[in-house]
């Protein structure tokens, strides 16, 4: 396939991408699963086929434009964490291992959460272990599709230094691939996961081992 062909490809997947966001902006498929489910249940004259619609439409374009808008933020805020998790990024040796140490860490902030809402003395907790669930899952995310989006680019020859334009391609990719039916709920669970995991690895994007050292040695004078 030669360079001409592979660039031609980048802008198909964009405007098909594009073309995604507003047919599901259009007709909705935000409720695709519920959808299908009820047809399902209709068909076998199941008593769960309730006939109700989705209460909360969903705005894949404005979603898209908010999202970006804050991966550039991020991009801006902290650089460099954000490049060394995408760099350190293994889609090849290390995937399983990703997923399983995002698997453990969602499990534990999460049981967390349950554990601390229990009583008013703990519920910040609950409240603090949502944020750092989110800026991990955030974060890995956002450096993901930047590699993922960058890898591509290499792929068709086409050598951009910008991030914003890389980030800006991926997520308009992913979040179409979203709006499909079933598959949107899985792509988004797998990057949820592994977008922790890899920010779990990398220590949120410092690079450095987490240790008590600085403590114990600070205790010590």
């Known amino acids: 396939m030669g360079i001409t062909m592979k660039r031609f490809l980048i802008y198909f997947f964009a405007l098909a991408a594009v073309f995604l966001l507003l047919l599901a902006d259009v007709y909705k498929p935000g409720g695709g699963i519920e959808n299908g489910l009820r047809e399902i249940f209709l068909n076998m004259d199941h008593p769960a086929a309730l006939d109700r619609h989705p209460q909360v439409d969903s705005l894949?374009?404005?979603g898209f434009l908010a999202i970006f808008t804050a991966s550039i933020l991020m991009l801006y805020t902290v650089p460099a964490r954000v490049g060394l998790i995408a760099r350190r990024f293994d889609y090849k040796h290390s995937l399983l291992r990703q997923l399983s140490i995002g698997l453990a860490g969602n499990l534990v902030?999460?049981?967390l959460i349950v554990l601390?809402?229990?009583?008013p003395y703990t519920f910040p907790l609950?409240?603090?272990?949502v944020l750092i669930l989110f800026g991990a899952i955030f974060l890995g995310s956002i450096s993901i599709l930047l590699r993922l989006a960058g890898d591509f680019f290499r792929w068709a020859g086409?050598?951009?230094?910008?991030?914003?334009l890389r980030i800006g391609y991926g997520l308009l990719i992913f979040i179409s691939l979203c709006t499909l039916?079933?598959?949107g709920i899985a792509l988004r669970i797998l990057l949820w996961l592994l977008g922790s995991g890899v920010s779990f690895v990398n220590k949120f994007g410092s690079g450095k081992k987490w240790t008590l050292r600085p403590l114990v040695e600070e205790l010590k004078q």
């Open 126 to 129: 609950a409240i603090i272990s």
């Open 116 to 119: 601390s809402v229990f009583t």
């Open 109 to 111: 902030l999460i049981g």
């Open 181 to 183: 039916p079933y598959l």
């Open 158 to 164: 086409w050598e951009t230094s910008s991030p914003l």
């Open 60 to 62: 894949y374009t404005t």
